[in-house]
């Protein structure tokens, strides 16, 4: 085996792990060990906030935010939205929006894209933060490179037309939701607490 072999095998192999921080991986994925939401005590409100868009930032893109904020007496929710970003594949090493091996390869299989939502609301002895990081499936008419083109027509008797039968692409028909993404939701709450010295 040549050496160039060996290094590409042992970097798949690896995810490119020794570039990604984090929560510690299993060979599952990284240890669910924090709580979500999670409290973090400190008075500093606007630190915590930055904290968490700078979090936020480094894998998705941030849609809208609203700052928690002081009007009169209450203290309002802050409120972060990103934009749905389709999932890093093995190809792209260097984004860090599929949190382990499984995400990766799942996102190279087929279309995945994640948005997050963080809340942040006042606490006893702190803020609640919670994470929460959506993962949803492109729904197409049939996959890319299928076998069964698209100009077979159906049994049925209605009248259709046909501008070009050899699509050379399948439309997107939406998305389908699949649930939330802890992998990635662990790890922004790992960041979150390391970065605020918890």
Same mark, same amino acid.
Not at 176 to 189: F, K, S, Y
């Given at each position: 085996?040549?050496?160039?072999?060996?290094?590409?095998?042992?970097?798949?192999?690896?995810?490119?792990?020794?570039?990604?921080?984090?929560?510690?991986?299993?060979?599952?994925?990284?240890?669910?060990?924090?709580?979500?939401?999670? %409290?973090?005590?400190?008075?500093?409100?606007?630190?915590?906030?930055?904290?968490?868009?700078?979090?936020?930032?480094?894998?998705?893109?941030?849609?809208?935010?609203?700052?928690?904020?002081? %009007?009169?007496?209450?203290?309002?929710?802050?409120?972060?939205?990103?934009?749905?970003?389709?999932?890093?594949?093995?190809?792209?090493?260097?984004?860090?929006?599929?949190?382990?091996?499984?995400?990766?390869?799942?996102?190279?299989?087929?279309?995945?894209?994640?948005?997050?939502?963080?809340?942040?609301?006042?606490?006893?002895?702190?803020?609640?933060?919670? %994470?929460?990081?959506?993962?949803?499936?492109?729904?197409?008419?049939?996959?890319?490179?299928?076998?069964?083109?698209?100009?077979?027509?159906?049994?049925?008797?209605?009248?259709?037309?046909?501008?070009?039968?050899?699509?050379?692409?399948?439309?997107?028909?939406?998305?389908?939701?699949?649930?939330?993404?802890?992998?990635?939701?662990?790890?922004?709450?790992?960041?979150?607490?390391?970065?605020?010295?918890?």
């Amino acid at each position: 085996m040549t050496p160039w072999v060996a290094l590409a095998t042992a970097l798949i192999a690896s995810g490119c792990s020794p570039w990604r921080d984090g929560a510690v991986e299993t060979p599952l994925g990284p240890r669910l060990g924090y709580s979500n939401p999670v %409290v973090i005590p400190t008075a500093d409100r606007d630190l915590l906030w930055d904290t968490i868009v700078d979090v936020v930032d480094d894998d998705l893109e941030i849609l809208r935010e609203e700052r928690p904020r002081l %009007v009169g007496d209450a203290l309002t929710e802050g409120r972060l939205e990103t934009r749905p970003q389709i999932g890093a594949t093995i190809l792209e090493p260097w984004r860090g929006d599929s949190a382990n091996n499984y995400e990766r390869w799942e996102s190279t299989a087929q279309t995945i894209r994640r948005r997050a939502l963080v809340h942040m609301l006042p606490a006893a002895g702190g803020y609640q933060v919670q %994470v929460t990081v959506l993962k949803e499936l492109e729904n197409v008419g049939q996959p890319e490179f299928a076998a069964t083109p698209t100009a077979i027509f159906g049994n049925d008797n209605s009248l259709r037309r046909f501008s070009d039968p050899q699509d050379p692409q399948a439309k997107t028909r939406g998305w389908i939701p699949v649930g939330n993404d802890p992998a990635l939701e662990q790890r922004m709450v790992a960041k979150i607490l390391a970065r605020m010295g918890l």
